[in-house]
């Protein structure tokens, strides 16, 4: 076989501007590794089956949960276990997030409706 | 329940200094979050079911593979699949390297031997 392809993530990044439309970059194990573009605020909603890691490439994030909101610094992740209702959200302009979870991960979860986006495009 | 902690990967590195000593900052859908820091060359092995994800936080790391090498710079990832044997090395002084992969992974794969890690320490 020919090696592995390195996966740069501001390389990545620079091939889309769409809010809240994951791509997906890696497979690996039945999980895929996506890279989200955050602006604003999300939706609540929760995911039965999967947990889902969210590590902070660009800016910061401020995750929604019903207890209270956690902000999420360049450098760090944070994980939401399945069953957690949360709230994703950008801290300032644009926060840019590498996601990995389960290929079965829809990113609107239980909630759905119309901000539900399917066939992601690789990159 | 309480959220979730968020996990800041420069504070995890910092509670540590052996190479070749993965560290378990996280773990999702039966995956586990590793923090390890390279340095020098580790050896030639691969893992008959796992696949596995090297994102590089700091430095470079070079990948050897049977065909050629691959420099993976910080900001980067490489996914190297199950069955493809690999050698990783610190490209400089040191590399620090977040993995992610099944919990069932050992670190010397089928290679075995006394560079094998086992009861990993959680962070």
Redesign the interface.
């Known amino acids: ?10 390389e990545k990044f620079g091939r889309f501007t769409e809010a809240w439309s994951p791509r997906i970059v ?6 895929q ?1 996506k890279l989200a573009r955050f602006r604003g605020e999300f939706l609540w909603h929760a995911h039965e089956h ?4 969210f590590l902070v ?1 660009r800016g910061t994030m401020r ?1 929604g ?1 019903r ?2 909101d ?4 360049e ?7 399945r069953g ?1 209702e949360h709230c994703p959200a950008a801290e300032g302009d644009e926060t840019w997030v590498m996601l ?3 290929a079965s991960t829809v990113n609107t979860g239980t909630a759905g409706g119309e901000r539900t986006v399917t066939d992601l495009e690789r990159l």
Chains 1, 2 share one sequence.
């Open positions: 076989m020919t090696h592995p392809e390195t996966v740069n993530l501001e890696g497979e690996l194990n039945g999980q590794v999967e947990d889902e890691l490439v995750m949960f207890d209270g956690v902000l999420v610094r450098g760090e992740f944070l994980i939401v276990p957690v990995l979870e389960p």
